[in-house]
């Protein structure tokens, strides 16, 4: 079965300030990889998807992740950090037998300084 | 095109009682996904259907059930609710039948008292 880690439950960052959030994820074989953001009281925003091909991939808002085999990782980046990306993140991962069941982090809560 | 929305968007009741949460994915989604949000257990799949047919389920017990109609809404029902069933009850869906992009509704927040 599938897991996924997100080491840090808070995290602040300054206005302006770049931003990483870690994602650690544990499946066997080639993992579909999705990072969501949830604002107070909403429902998930899918932010960037990764199912094969290059490593780096880019999604909205200005955020790109990289998807790392060699440590399991796929670790979301901002290079400048907006007000307005104050929210919870959520990485998730699929897997090709599991339909669309989504298995989710504990999610890490941005809070961004003025 | 309209998004996936979840009635109704808050409910009350007591324990013991029954519940039912309805979904209506976005137009052309036949998967719909339920999760149940709560801050201690987090994000935690319930079921999935896909044409009218339960594809996945989660560890979750039998009061928990669900189904998809022919036009893709969804339902899920809780009976005999408890407490600990308090939560955040988001829906999804996706055109795929596999792990593709899906998109959230809003959610409906279950209060049980």
């Known amino acids: 079965a599938q897991s996924v880690t997100q080491p840090d439950i808070h995290i602040t960052v300054s206005e302006g300030a770049s931003l990483e959030l870690r994602c650690n994820y544990s499946?066997?074989?080639?993992?579909?990889l999705f990072w969501y953001v949830q604002s107070p009281g909403q429902g998930l925003q899918l932010l960037l998807k990764?199912?094969?091909?290059?490593?780096l991939v880019q999604g909205i808002k200005g955020f790109e992740a990289e998807f790392k085999r060699s440590q399991s990782s796929f670790n979301l980046r901002k290079p400048s950090v907006h007000w307005s990306d104050a929210a919870e993140y959520f990485c998730a991962v699929g897997a090709d037998n599991a339909g669309n069941m989504l298995t989710f982090g504990g999610g890490t809560r941005l809070m961004v300084k003025p | 095109k309209a998004g996936v929305t979840q009635t109704p968007r808050y409910l009350i009741k007591t324990r013991g009682q029954q519940v039912t949460l309805s979904c209506s994915p976005i137009?052309?989604?036949?998967?719909v996904s339920w999760y149940q949000q709560t801050p201690g257990q987090g994000l935690q799949f319930l079921f999935e259907?896909?044409?009218?047919?339960?594809?996945n389920k989660g560890n979750f017990p039998g009061r928990f059930s669900g189904r998809q109609f022919s036009n893709s809404r969804s339902e899920m029902n809780v009976s005999t609710l408890e407490l600990g069933d308090s939560a955040l009850y988001l829906c999804a869906s996706s055109t795929q039948a596999r792990s593709y992009e899906q998109y959230f509704g809003p959610g409906t927040r279950l209060t049980v008292t």
């Open positions: 990764y199912f094969s091909g290059d490593t």
């Open positions: 499946y066997g074989a080639t993992p579909y």
């Open positions: 259907y896909f044409s009218e047919t339960q594809r």
């Open positions: 137009s052309g989604h036949r998967s």
